[in-house]
């Protein structure tokens, strides 16, 4: 079986300019990086949204792996095939998950995204980009007090943070400007990894540079010894980071193995951040397309609940269609089989795990969408483990459709595009109304969503929650932090629990994305290596790369 490197590699990609003339996209719109990437400006394309969005999201993720891009992106070539005018708005893979465990997030086999091996590393230099933004900002943040702290600073209350896009725990907390006068301010801080920084989740909504600019400036870096919020506009730093993203914001236009053209922009992740591409992309890629595939990070309870919550809000975007990609293997998993038996068959562990499934389809109900589960084909699924599924969904009112994306591309997913075409133009809706409150919207996710019985706040969240309301901030949407394995905080338990609690231990504005973010469990902003990286895998034999997937 050859590699998704190896398949990619040896596919004979088109000219960036014959893929976006596809689509019409005008030639003075495009900005070239080569001949297979291409930066594109959205205000040169047409300004009317066409396009029918679906939704593409996933069950509970496992470490047997679900292939949820590779799912859409040969669901795209399927359209394609059939022929619509298609369009793909994904996020950009981070090197965290690529160098750790996860793999990219350009699919696999013949349901690829292509070049994949630039995309999965430095691509564009968008996070590159968002990475230097940030950490200019903390440089800022410390000359200011450096230099008299003339807006009276509390270092104790900093509470902006360093990135990098790569797995390091031992950055998770550091002590900076050691060494005397000269070398600064002793501060305790850390790093996060670029996914889930601020910075991110801006460009990610913002709608425009002006846009953009404006969201930077309101962004709250830390506190002055009054307890007053101190702004990105207090520093004079906006017009400064502005300038370094000013490319970045633009979506960067590639193709499919199939030769659909796709945007791929922006990577926030959803178990620590909103789990969406930029608004900028799919907002470019409605105004293009008939049928628009996007993707929402993880499954129903993160990725897909901020679409509808935070994403669709913000950017008035209606879901269309909704699609839950799931495995044999993953469900199993949920019903208690171990890792090393996954590949055999197991009626009983499947029997069992099912309800994490029908959980995620409960939810995606709950916003107003009927969705079509994507039964992605493993060669290891026995026919009884197929037979079963089918009479699960049809006991259940289920549409099921079994995919063979990795292996066939489009022609794998293109009974999955006729059901999608057999019951779109569905209305969807957001689940609460921040305008009741922080504590109400986090009530509302974790009781419909999550199924927990009670929600706790630690004293630290009591704490910032008051500081919130003090400066007006509580009526923002809220995006949750939480173990993407599980519906509950505690991410060992599977399958679908309920009546459990929700910990909440912190609560940080994200005044400039327009959200407060809520920290449950122990889910951490910086992530760690696994024992055996994917890294170790990844080298370069005659000038081309491999090991990399």
Known sequence: ?????????????????????????????????????AKVDPALVPTERKGKL???????????????????????????????????????????PVMGIKGGAAGGGYSQIVPMEDINLHFTGDFHAITSANNTLAAIIDNH???????????????????????????RNVVTGLGGKAHGVPEQTGFSITAASEIMAILCLATSLEDLKE????????????????????????????????????????????????????????????????????????????????????????GAEKFFDIKARAGELNVDAAVIVATIRSLKYNGGAARDVLNQEDLGALEKGVCNLERHVENIRQ???????????????SDAEREWMH??????????????????GGEGATDLAQAITEQWDQHSHSLYDPAEGIEASIRSIATKIYRAD????????RKDLEYLKANGWDTL????????????????????????????????????????????????????????????KIDVEDGKIVGLF
């Open 477 to 536: 949407p809220v995006c949750i932090s939480k173990t993407q394995y599980s519906f509950s905080d505690d991410p060992q338990a599977l399958g679908a629990p309920s009546g459990h609690v929700l910990h909440v231990r912190e609560l940080l504005p994200r005044i400039g994305a327009g959200f407060v973010v809520a920290l449950t469990g122990d889910v951490m902003t910086m992530p760690g290596l696994p024992k055996r990286p994917a890294a170790e």
């Open 454 to 461: 009670d929600v706790e706040l630690s004293k630290k969240a």
């Open 145 to 171: 007090i450096h230099q008299g702290n003339e807006l009276g600073i509390d270092v104790r209350r900093i509470t902006w943070q360093r990135c990098q896009d790569v797995n390091d725990r031992s950055l």
């Open 391 to 408: 009479q699960w969904a049809t006991s259940a009112g289920v549409r099921l459709v079994d995919v063979a994306a990795w292996e066939r």
């Open 367 to 381: 916003f107003g969408v009927e969705p079509v589960v994507a039964l992605n084909e493993f060669s290891f699924d």
């Open 54 to 96: 679906v939704l593409v999201t996933g069950m509970s993720p496992t470490p047997a792996g679900e292939g949820k891009s590779t799912v859409l992106i040969g669901l795209a070539d399927a359209f394609s095939l059939q022929g619509h005018r298609t369009v793909v708005a994904i996020r950009e893979p981070s090197l965290g």
């Open 215 to 302: 969201r930077i400036s309101k962004v709250v870096v830390a506190q002055t010894f009054d307890g007053a919020p101190v702004t990105v506009a207090q520093l004079n730093a906006e017009g400064a980071l502005t300038a370094l993203l000013r490319d970045a914001i633009q979506p960067n236009l590639v193709q499919t193995i199939g030769g659909t053209p796709a945007f791929v922009h922006g990577g926030p992740f959803a178990n620590i951040a909103h789990g969406c591409n930029s608004l900028i992309a799919t907002d470019t890629a409605l105004r293009l397309g008939d049928v628009v595939l996007t993707e929402a990070g993880f499954g129903s309870d993160l």
């Open 1 to 37: 079986m050859q590699s998704d490197v190896a398949i990619a590699q040896a596919h004979q990609l088109e000219a960036i300019e014959t893929i976006a003339a596809k689509v019409d996209i005008p030639e003075e719109a495009i900005l070239p990086y080569g001949r297979s990437k």
